[in-house]
């Protein structure tokens, strides 16, 4: 029963990339089909509620500074010991933390960790069994970001565009491109959707089953082989 209880351990997955590298598309499309969970680093971004609008809309949210990893780090732990959570929720068009409303997260056996920054906190990279980094061109990365601006965020064409340059296309150089190092797999995120799935789908599964036989071929009680 040790042993059983062993396989089931929630595996997690620590999904990084620059804003536009597919990342938030990807993780929901492979968790779904492995009856998982995502939970986005967004959501984690400190409460900035008492600022006006204006401001709020200066702040940069790609920089570290910017995420309440402690609160992140929180969950993290309490999803690898089994137990749901209740994840920030966000309103992106005001950014704004909505306090009234979070979002709840069942505990199953996989978590997938999206966000430019998921590799960039050593806190966060300790609890990852498996860190992956999407990358893709920034001219791809940029179009993909405004899309989804315009379309969920009800974002103007030239913010869009000035915040890219003026503080998410710096930040992804700064802080998102050097967490590439700590990635135990490197994918290209340019290709057509399936395409990317499908590698993340099977690096998961390749290194969940890994984990799974080292598990079997030991004693969890005291480190010897099984016989």
């Known amino acids: 029963m040790q042993v059983a209880a062993q396989l089931e351990s929630v595996f997690i997955v620590g999904l990084a990339g620059t804003s536009g590298s597919g990342k938030s598309t990807v993780a929901k499309r492979v968790a779904s089909r492995l009856k998982g969970h995502v939970i986005s680093m967004e959501n984690y ?5 008492d600022l006006p609008l204006e401001e709020r809309a200066k702040q940069d949210y790609d920089a570290p500074h910017a995420i309440d990893v402690r609160l992140l780090e929180s969950h993290i732990r309490d999803y690898a010991a089994g137990h749901a959570i209740e994840t ?9 933390r909505v306090s009234d409303r979070s979002e709840h997260i069942p505990a199953t056996s996989l978590l997938i960790v999206e966000g430019i920054l998921a590799l960039h906190f050593a806190q966060l990279r300790q609890h990852f069994d498996l860190s992956v980094y999407l990358e893709a061109p920034d001219d791809v990365c940029f179009h993909r970001r405004k899309v989804r601006d315009i379309t969920e965020r009800q974002r103007s064409l030239e913010f869009i565009q000035s915040q890219y340059e003026d503080s998410v296309l710096p930040a992804a150089r700064r802080y998102a491109l050097p967490s590439k190092r700590f990635a135990n797999i490197v994918l290209d995120s340019e290709a057509d959707l399936p395409i990317v799935e499908k590698r993340l789908f099977d690096a998961i599964v390749e290194k969940r089953a890994l984990a799974a036989a080292i598990i079997i071929r030991r004693d969890p009680s005291d480190g010897s082989r099984l016989t």
Request: proline share 7%.
């Open 88 to 96: 920030p929720t966000c309103d992106f068009a005001k950014h704004l």
């Open 45 to 49: 971004s400190i409460v900035m509620n």
